[in-house]
């Protein structure tokens, strides 16, 4: 496996890992399949602090890790909202892992940024065992925030003081 920098021509996978998300998951509460125009117009996005990495294997993009702004405030600039997704065929081998990894050392050295936070769809054990185990802490539920497949979900919060 490899892990670098996301270019431009990864984007076809990383929009087919992000829109099975949105179809068959709740990982993300967006309800509508992204376009590729849609998913250019975010990549462009990335630049300076938020960045964007992907795990490659066999020259196929597999997973992919973002820092992005985590909200539109100038005073929220040192604080990043990070995203983890990984293709349902190569889930279990270690990928979230390493991308955390690289991203949170990325954000380290990057000494612009003081904080990184998690956004996770409430019962995402995987997710929240992840985080835990990479330094984040806990800092609360939202209740009954998003609707999708049918129920309500909660979201759960986790930061990461660099």
């Not at 996770?120 to 929240?128: D, F, L, P, V, W």
């Not at 999708?148 to 979900?153: D, E, F, I, T, V």
Request: with cysteine; net charge negative.
């Amino acid at each position: 496996m490899i892990v670098r920098k996301a270019e431009e021509r990864d984007l076809p996978e990383l929009l087919e890992i992000y829109n099975y998300e949105v179809l068959n998951g709740v990982a993300t509460l967006d309800l509508h399949e992204k376009t590729l125009d849609e998913r250019k117009m975010w990549f462009s996005e990335h630049t300076g602090s938020h960045k964007i990495i992907v795990a490659e294997i066999d020259g196929k993009a597999v997973g992919y890790a973002s820092l992005s702004p985590y909200r539109q405030k100038e005073a929220y600039k040192s604080t990043v909202e990070l995203s983890i997704y990984v293709d349902v065929n190569f889930r279990g081998r270690g990928i979230a892992k390493t991308l955390m990894r690289e991203i949170l050392e990325i954000a380290r050295s990057d000494k612009s940024l003081h904080t990184v936070v998690s956004v996770i769809t409430s019962g995402n054990e995987a997710s929240e065992k992840l985080h835990k185990d990479f330094g984040f802490t806990f800092c609360g539920t939202l209740h009954e925030v998003g609707f999708k497949s049918g129920a309500y979900r909660d979201i759960d919060n986790f930061e990461l003081i660099l």
